[in-house]
């Protein structure tokens, strides 16, 4: 249970979650939990599917709680006490396609190779299929 960890208080220097948090009932609960474990300065790393995604379809799943948001994800860290390192997003609405785009495989090389300086670049950062985010629990 993501809010019942089995483990001693501040015993872990990370936790990693891949498309995990969209899934979980009560996420602050959890985001304590997660708190409770980690060491001073220890990382809490979370992908999870992009609420604001240009098309939110292709996240349809029953078994999804609650979508983030930037916003939202950003708040839920902030409320539990985490430090923000970085929250961004990663992938482009036609990356999953590049197969079928002439040219397609160096486009996604190119933007695999530049991922993190177009990720800055407002234009394409609300398009992100993924929200990326790496947050700290803070030293005494």
Known sequence: SAD????????????TLQHVIEHLPDVPSAMAEWFRVLQPG??????????????????????HVHLFTAAELDDAIHNAGFERLELRTLGLPWFRSYQRTPGGWRLRRC?????????????????GQTLCCAARRPNP
């Open 111 to 127: 933007v695999t190779t530049y991922a993190r300086v177009l990720s800055r670049m407002s234009s394409l950062r609300w398009r």
């Open 42 to 63: 220890g990382v809490l790393l979370i992908q999870t599917p992009n609420a604001a995604f240009i098309d939110p379809s292709v996240f349809e799943d029953p078994t």
């Open 4 to 15: 019942r960890v089995p483990l001693a208080d501040q015993s872990v220097d990370a936790i």
